[in-house]
């Protein structure tokens, strides 16, 4: 699955153009470099996602496509969001 894909499916970011501009202005990194919008993800990578102040790290624990809204919480884990 694509990254920018992954964001907006995960619900981590509401739009993917809005996820796509992330990765185009380097504000995202997949398993420690900087991750271009198509970038391929896998589970188990680390992805670091920057807005701002905010700095949000996650693993990804899966990469299916269509979940609902009360499953879209188990596709990542969160290993820390600092202000």
Known sequence: MRLDKFLKVSRIIRRRTVANEACDAARVTLNGRPAKAGAQIK??????LRFGDRVLRFRILSDVA?????????????LGDES
Do not use: F, L, R, T
Not at 66 to 78: I, L, R
């Open 66 to 78: 269509p979940v609902g809204k009360q499953d879209c919480s188990a596709m990542y884990e969160v």
């Open 43 to 48: 589970v188990g990578d680390i992805a670091e």
